[in-house]
């Protein structure tokens, strides 16, 4: 049975989310902001669990699931978010560039505000995950390990490349997206679409 104290820290974190909510102005689309949460714990868990770490010859080894256990392919199917985390992060962008031009802020005011919020987590993850390797150094972990560690705990964040491509080129985007509506998803949808036709018939996968 849980004790009261946890109960009280739940019910308080419960308390706190329901009065952030009450706080949240009607015109803000929630939909959109329970997208882009779900597509991220979706990445974040997606990419944990598609790694096999197992001991070789005294070594510690990580692989990925499917060489171990091919069925699994079809679960991968459950975790393909990333074009939903891309639209609603577009939307996001869009939302955030019109109050720009609302405000007649530049786009080098406003790019720098959009990327300092990418780039501050990812900052504390690395100095955190710097000292942690460090305290285990010194423990007696050997590097390999210590290899293998990192790389598990930081391949969530190579979507971070592209996606800063994509802040920083929103407000061409959008200015197209005015232009030509649908028009623009689907063109770079298709484009998508021939990019792998092509990466395919190369022998790239």
């Known amino acids: 049975m849980p004790k009261n104290s946890e109960i009280g820290k739940y019910g308080s974190l419960w308390l706190r989310a329901q009065n952030a909510a009450e706080r949240t102005p009607e015109s803000r689309n929630r939909y959109i902001d329970f997208l882009r949460g779900a597509s991220i714990i ?3 868990l997606g990419h944990w669990l598609a790694l096999a770490p197992h001991v070789t010859d005294g070594q510690l080894q990580v692989e990925h699931i499917l060489q171990f256990s ?3 392919a079809w679960l991968t199917w459950g975790f393909q978010v990333m074009p939903i985390f891309f639209m ?3 939307y996001a962008n869009a939302a955030s560039w019109e109050s720009a031009l609302r405000k007649e802020r530049g786009y080098g005011e406003w790019v720098a505000a959009r990327l300092h919020r990418l780039a501050g987590p990812v900052v504390l993850l690395v100095v955190a995950w710097t000292m942690l390797g460090v305290a285990a150094h010194f423990s007696g972990i050997s590097a390999a390990t210590l290899a ?3 790389r598990s705990a930081l ?3 190579w979507f971070l490349s592209v996606y800063i491509m994509v802040v920083v080129a929103a407000p061409l985007s959008y200015w ?3 232009r030509a509506g649908a028009v623009t998803f ?3 949808a298709v484009f998508a679409l ?3 036709i092509v990466g395919l018939a190369g022998g790239y996968s």
């Open 42 to 44: 979706a990445v974040v």
């Open 194 to 196: 021939l990019v792998d």
């Open 176 to 178: 197209a997206f005015q």
């Open 148 to 150: 293998v560690g990192s």
């Open 88 to 90: 609603v992060g577009g």
């Open 155 to 157: 391949i969530p964040v």
């Open 186 to 188: 689907w063109g770079l």
């Open 70 to 72: 091919p069925w699994t």
